[in-house]
């Protein structure tokens, strides 16, 4: 635990929970719910123990306990009441909550019964957009804020990956139906957020396309061999930290790479999103693409 985050302020718990500080302040004052620390000038701070209770408290006020029924109860018991819980068939945004519970509790069970109660009523295709799109934003501002850590970031990635690779295996084993075009899926060197990569993947095959998936931080003379060998090939890139001068690596890629007119580059993510919000003019047969889903029109 030596690297996990420790100590978190009322704001953290704010952030993570959605429980307003001044709500959380009151229920310790009238239902004794949790026992802060306190800093030599007076700041509340929260232990690891603080921080999950505080979400389970959250998750079962959500699904219609009252505060002085939680109030209540022993750890144990609140921890016993989530695990039984099944999450709403019709409420993503309660599903959403268990999964970050899920995360802050390092809980693999509890991501498996919440997927498992969602994917009972959607598609797999309506979980990832309603469910962990949202879920993922969320973590990427709590990490840019210090609020969780990495390996909470990782923890969950790491289990959405899963669902993807299984979905994906599936379209993967069915010949291409549209021979028209093969996308090649990649990030730039030292880019390793992938998990809307993988989403690209699968979406992509679901629309009936080969797609030849090569990862996380390729260096861009990697692809020339690629750009060779196939007609009519569009790249696919989701950029969320890197490359850091995006209009200079676009343009020496379309250059370098994409250079035959039935090639094109195709840009997602944070990076390709600043693009389009600054109107920048991109070279020949770059496009960006807001999400996923505007990409998927085009396909």
Request: aromatic content about 10%.
């Amino acid at each position: 635990m030596g690297n996990i985050k420790q100590n978190f302020s009322i704001k953290d718990l704010e952030s993570l929970s959605g429980i307003k500080a001044h709500t959380i302040r009151m229920w310790e004052k009238r239902y004794g719910v949790l026992q802060p620390n306190r800093t030599d000038t007076n700041i509340r701070t929260y232990g690891v123990s603080g921080l999950q209770k505080i979400l389970n408290i959250a998750f079962l006020n959500e699904n219609g306990y009252k505060i002085s029924r939680i109030s209540k109860m022993t750890n144990g018991e609140i921890s016993e009441l989530v695990q039984r819980i099944t999450t709403s068939k019709s409420n993503t945004n309660r599903a959403v909550k268990s999964l970050k519970v899920a995360m802050m509790n390092f809980d693999q069970p509890l991501f498996l019964r919440t997927y498992d109660g969602l994917l009972e009523k959607l598609t797999f295709r309506d979980i990832y957009n309603q469910v962990f799109i949202p879920l993922l934003q969320e973590i990427g501002i709590l990490w840019q804020a210090g609020t969780i850590t990495p390996a909470h970031e990782q923890f969950i990635s790491s289990l959405i990956k899963q669902k993807l690779f299984i979905n994906i295996e599936m379209l993967q084993r069915e010949q291409p139906a549209k021979t028209n075009r093969v996308f090649v899926l990649f990030l730039p060197n030292e880019e390793i957020h992938d998990v809307g990569l993988f989403y690209a993947n699968y979406e992509i095959l679901l629309h009936g396309y080969k797609v030849i998936f090569l990862g996380q931080s390729l260096p861009m003379e990697d692809l020339d061999y690629l750009s060779k060998i196939f007609d009519n090939t569009t790249f696919v890139s989701y950029l969320t930290v890197k490359p850091e001068n995006v209009e200079e690596y676009i343009k020496r890629f379309n250059t370098e790479i994409c250079t035959s007119k039935e090639c094109e580059y195709w840009l997602l993510g944070r990076k390709a999103v600043e693009l389009i919000d600054n109107n920048v003019t991109l070279p020949e047969r770059v496009r960006a693409f807001k999400n996923i889903n505007e990409l998927t029109l085009n396909l």
